[in-house]
């Protein structure tokens, strides 16, 4: 980043962090394409699928009533008396 903020030169860095300028241009040409890619809706990687026994679990959550919540809000429904 100091290097494309001008704030040191590409031989600077080189010499700090005792790495040659090829070495130092592939890591540039590295993080340039991950910018560009985290910024591209289109080519994002798909997410990894979900194993199948926590699939499971999500599926049977989302599909049945939780009983316990059902009566807790019966619960708080009733009037106080």
Do not use: F, Y
């Amino acid at each position: 980043m100091s290097i494309w903020s001008e704030r040191r030169t590409s031989s600077q860095v080189c010499q700090e962090l005792e790495i040659s300028p090829t070495l130092l241009g592939q890591w540039q040409n590295l993080a340039i394409e991950g910018m560009l890619k985290a910024l591209d809706p289109k080519k994002k990687d798909p997410l990894p699928p979900l194993n199948h026994r926590l699939s499971r679990l999500i599926e049977k959550k989302l599909a049945g009533p939780n009983d316990r919540l059902e009566k807790r809000l019966k619960t708080l429904q009733q009037p106080a008396g």
